[in-house]
């Protein structure tokens, strides 16, 4: 497949906008393109409880899995910072949970890391840990 770096960048900044963050003033935009070629966005969102937040990566990953889509292609996140942002140990697990792929994190003036899923969290918790 074909990827849509530059569009999921911007659609990944409209995101942003979005962000419900008014505790931190801290927006963050994200980007989620499925193996089924459909893109998912989230922003985070906040609460006056503040550990209730959820990021951005988080958003767009639950609003994918619950249409029924696992199977991901390329995560971007954007975040206002002056080096591509670095998602949270949270976020990197729950991406972790839907296998390895391709992570591309954005600073406000679109410098970009790409990183994989694995590399973001290795040695990651995983279910069959448990099975064993
Ligand atoms: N945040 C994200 O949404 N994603 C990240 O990668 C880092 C942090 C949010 C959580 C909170 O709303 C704000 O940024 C400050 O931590």
């Given at each position: 497949m074909k990827k849509k770096i530059e569009e999921l960048i911007n659609e990944a900044f409209n995101a942003k906008e979005k962000a419900y963050a008014p505790y931190s003033n801290f927006k963050v935009g994200a980007a989620l393109l499925t193996r089924s070629g459909k893109i998912y966005t989230g922003c985070n969102i906040e609460n006056a409880s503040y550990g209730l937040t959820c990021c951005a990566e988080r958003v767009a990953i639950f609003k994918a899995v619950s249409e029924g889509e696992k199977e991901f292609d390329t995560l971007v996140v954007v975040g206002d910072t002056d080096e591509p942002i670095s998602p949270c140990g949270a976020c990197r697990q729950v991406m972790s949970e839907f296998g390895d792929y391709e992570?591309?994190?954005?600073?406000?003036?679109?410098?970009?890391?790409?990183?994989?899923v694995k590399e973001l969290l290795p040695y990651s918790f995983e279910k069959e840990n448990l099975e064993k």
């Open positions: 992570v591309i994190l954005v600073s406000k003036n679109r410098k970009i890391k790409k990183v994989s």
